[in-house]
């Protein structure tokens, strides 16, 4: 049991570390703006099959993180990252029952809520792009969430 | 009491409740990003965490210059002697125009020490290298892998082989950050070099657009009009190519004509850009006579149009 407590967090720490980098790899133009947000649907991910290892502090120094590595005002992606793990741990008792159709929809709408925080964030400071857009990682990450779930529980199953 | 909370962690050694952690670290990025917008001593704090940063960037930016290496290193031998000839070529013609060029310079040279004025020449010039790294979709900004270290500082201006690229925002230890002139919150001072018409040109965040908003409809400025940097500013070199322009579209019921214009620089295609040394023009300060008569017009200028 132990065992696999520690795998599980390592597991954690590397998935949510690889969405990070993925968060500043060169893509092209046209997919740039639909790139999902790896990193905070790692974190959500972590928060339902194992909350008791995924908690808020680490969400936290994760979207930090993401600040720095992208040059934004620290603190912005932070909030982000904090609200929706925050708002999967209240909800994930519930959450886990959903059938995968009805999980990706929350999600979308957690991303959802994630992106205007950026984009409230980004207005107050006078940063606003208004273009529709900005609001495309939240269909392509609620699209790749299946994919996340059938894909992160493969890789707990075999390490246990 | 036993009760079924959202919270599952053990009970023995929880730590703090969610609820308390959530608004700690709420008020606590809150509280940053006050203090990064407003106040400056959140620059160390920066500067730890963008070192960091700087071996992930790195990091990612390794692969594809490691790839550009590799195709470059067996590029096949046909398609070099085909440069080769290609840029002999080229150098015979740029040699002609050299020898012209020499002369001019001893003739602007002259002129220029007539006139006593040197500045706004770069004096010193280092070539930086773009990361292979995407900050944000919606902005026009590039990582180059120059920082403090290099001498790099907030505000220097960033040029390319064929025009003004933009200006350094952020100095990290071993990286900086450069807004591009396409951006939408950036603008930069400009003249038209046919006409001597004096404007701004503002990024609308597309790289290959300018639009200068503050031009009426009388003033001269057409398509393909070359605009310079002024120098106004004291941020950009005076006289560096800035765009072309590309649109001019005048409506006889509106005060301010639609311009848009081209940067000359590429924007979009550019690996390696140089960071500019150099003094600032005399009538940022307005030292003599001549330049400080220049100044307010110059100001004026810019402001009505």
């Given at each position: 049991?132990?065992?696999?407590?520690?795998?599980?967090?390592?597991?954690?720490?590397?998935?949510v570390a690889a969405g990070l980098v993925l968060a500043i790899v060169p893509l092209p133009d046209w997919l740039d703006p639909v790139r999902p947000d790896l990193a905070l649907l790692a974190?959500?991910?972590?928060?339902?099959?194992?909350?008791?290892?995924?908690?808020?502090?680490?969400?936290?120094?994760s979207?930090?993180f993401l600040d720095v590595l992208r040059g934004m005002?620290?603190?912005?992606h932070?909030?982000?990252?904090?609200?929706?793990?925050?708002?999967?741990?209240?909800?994930?008792?519930?959450?886990?029952?959903?059938?995968?159709?009805?999980?990706?929809?929350?999600?979308?709408?957690?991303?959802?809520?994630?992106?205007?925080?950026i984009?409230?964030?980004?207005?107050?400071?006078?940063?606003?792009y208004?273009g529709?857009n900005r609001?495309l990682p939240?269909?392509s990450g609620?699209?790749l969430?299946?994919?996340?779930?059938?894909?992160?529980?493969?890789?707990?199953?075999?390490?246990? | 009491?036993?009760?079924?909370?959202?919270?599952?962690?053990?009970?023995?050694?929880?730590?703090?409740?969610?609820?308390?952690?959530?608004?700690?670290?709420?008020?606590?990025?809150?509280?940053?990003?006050?203090?990064?917008?407003?106040?400056?001593?959140?620059?160390?704090?920066?500067?730890?965490?963008t070192?960091a940063a700087y071996p992930v960037q790195v990091g990612v930016d390794l692969p594809f210059r490691a790839w550009d290496w590799l195709s470059g290193?067996?590029?096949?031998?046909?398609?070099?002697?085909?440069?080769?000839?290609?840029?002999?070529?080229?150098?015979?013609?740029?040699?002609?125009?050299?020898?012209?060029?020499?002369?001019?310079?001893?003739?602007?040279?002259?002129?220029?020490?007539?006139?006593?004025?040197?500045?706004?020449?770069?004096?010193?010039?280092?070539?930086a290298s773009i990361l292979n790294v995407d900050l944000d979709p919606f902005r026009q900004r590039v990582l180059l892998d120059k920082g403090?270290?290099?001498?790099?500082?907030?505000?220097?201006?960033v040029?390319d082989?064929?025009?003004?690229f933009g200006?350094?925002t952020k100095?990290n230890?071993g990286t900086a950050e450069v807004i591009l002139?396409s951006d939408?919150?950036?603008?930069?001072?400009?003249?038209?070099?046919?006409?001597?018409?004096?404007?701004?040109?503002?990024?609308?965040g597309d790289s290959s657009?300018?639009?200068?908003?503050?031009?009426?409809?009388?003033?001269?400025?057409?398509?393909?009009?070359?605009?310079?940097?002024?120098?106004?500013?004291?941020?950009?070199?005076?006289?560096?190519?800035?765009?072309?322009?590309?649109?001019?579209?005048?409506?006889?019921?509106?005060?301010?004509?639609?311009?848009?214009?081209?940067?000359?620089a590429e924007l979009d295609r550019d690996r390696e850009v140089?960071?500019?040394?150099?003094?600032?023009?005399?009538?940022?300060?307005?030292?003599?006579?001549?330049?400080?008569?220049?100044?307010?017009?110059?100001?004026?200028?810019?402001?009505?149009?």
């Amino acid at each position: 049991m132990r065992q696999s407590m520690f795998m599980r967090r390592i597991l954690y720490w590397a998935s949510v570390a690889a969405g990070l980098v993925l968060a500043i790899v060169p893509l092209p133009d046209w997919l740039d703006p639909v790139r999902p947000d790896l990193a905070l649907l790692a974190v959500v991910y972590w928060i339902l099959t194992s909350p008791r290892i995924a908690g808020l502090g680490y969400a936290w120094l994760s979207g930090l993180f993401l600040d720095v590595l992208r040059g934004m005002v620290l603190g912005q992606h932070a909030l982000g990252f904090l609200v929706v793990a925050f708002l999967t741990h209240r909800l994930q008792l519930r959450m886990r029952m959903f059938p995968i159709l009805h999980q990706a929809a929350t999600v979308m709408l957690m991303l959802g809520l994630y992106h205007f925080i950026i984009f409230w964030t980004d207005g107050l400071i006078g940063h606003g792009y208004t273009g529709w857009n900005r609001w495309l990682p939240v269909l392509s990450g609620a699209l790749l969430w299946p994919l996340i779930v059938a894909a992160g529980d493969s890789l707990t199953r075999r390490t246990g | 009491m036993v009760e079924l909370t959202h919270d599952s962690r053990p009970i023995i050694g929880r730590g703090p409740p969610l609820g308390a952690t959530f608004i700690t670290l709420a008020i606590a990025s809150i509280a940053l990003m006050v203090a990064d917008q407003r106040y400056d001593q959140i620059s160390r704090v920066r500067a730890w965490l963008t070192a960091a940063a700087y071996p992930v960037q790195v990091g990612v930016d390794l692969p594809f210059r490691a790839w550009d290496w590799l195709s470059g290193s067996i590029a096949d031998r046909s398609r070099l002697r085909r440069d080769n000839l290609e840029l002999t070529a080229r150098l015979r013609l740029a040699n002609l125009q050299l020898q012209r060029f020499a002369v001019l310079e001893d003739e602007n040279r002259r002129l220029r020490d007539m006139r006593e004025r040197t500045q706004g020449v770069a004096e010193r010039v280092l070539v930086a290298s773009i990361l292979n790294v995407d900050l944000d979709p919606f902005r026009q900004r590039v990582l180059l892998d120059k920082g403090a270290v290099d001498g790099v500082f907030k505000g220097q201006a960033v040029l390319d082989g064929a025009g003004i690229f933009g200006q350094v925002t952020k100095v990290n230890a071993g990286t900086a950050e450069v807004i591009l002139i396409s951006d939408a919150e950036h603008a930069i001072p400009v003249q038209s070099n046919r006409s001597g018409v004096r404007t701004i040109a503002v990024g609308m965040g597309d790289s290959s657009k300018l639009s200068l908003p503050f031009v009426t409809v009388e003033s001269d400025l057409k398509v393909g009009d070359l605009l310079l940097s002024t120098g106004l500013g004291g941020v950009f070199p005076p006289g560096y190519p800035v765009a072309k322009i590309s649109k001019v579209k005048r409506a006889a019921s509106a005060t301010f004509a639609l311009v848009e214009a081209r940067p000359t620089a590429e924007l979009d295609r550019d690996r390696e850009v140089l960071l500019v040394w150099f003094k600032p023009p005399v009538f940022a300060t307005a030292a003599s006579d001549a330049p400080a008569a220049a100044a307010p017009a110059a100001q004026t200028g810019a402001g009505s149009q």
